[in-house]
């Protein structure tokens, strides 16, 4: 099954599910898209990196292990997932 989410542009602050090497399941908030790749950082991380204007302690993943996104809007969140 291709991914979907790969393709779509991610932005800073948006919460993702993304799959570590051993393939579990992590929530992280996106720092940048580069693609092929992204930036993801913990939520501690990047609160505090926002707070201090500073970046964060962030890891690289590819974009094909971004399973889902949830993005926050002023309308509320809507997920789009891989399925």
């Known amino acids: 099954m291709i991914n ?3 393709y779509q542009p991610l932005v800073r602050g948006e919460t993702v599910i993304v799959l ?10 996106v720092w940048e898209d580069v693609s092929p790749g992204v ?3 913990s939520e501690a991380s990047y609160y505090e990196a926002v707070k201090h204007d500073e970046e964060p302690l962030f890891v690289g ?3 094909v292990d971004v399973v889902e996104i949830v993005v ?3 309308k509320g969140s809507r ?3 891989s399925k």
């Open 79 to 81: 997920k789009y997932d």
């Open 39 to 41: 930036l993801l950082c």
């Open 72 to 74: 926050r809007s002023d």
């Open 61 to 63: 993943f590819p974009k």
């Open 20 to 29: 570590d090497y051993k393939r579990h399941r992590l929530q992280r908030r």
């Open 4 to 6: 979907s989410v790969a």
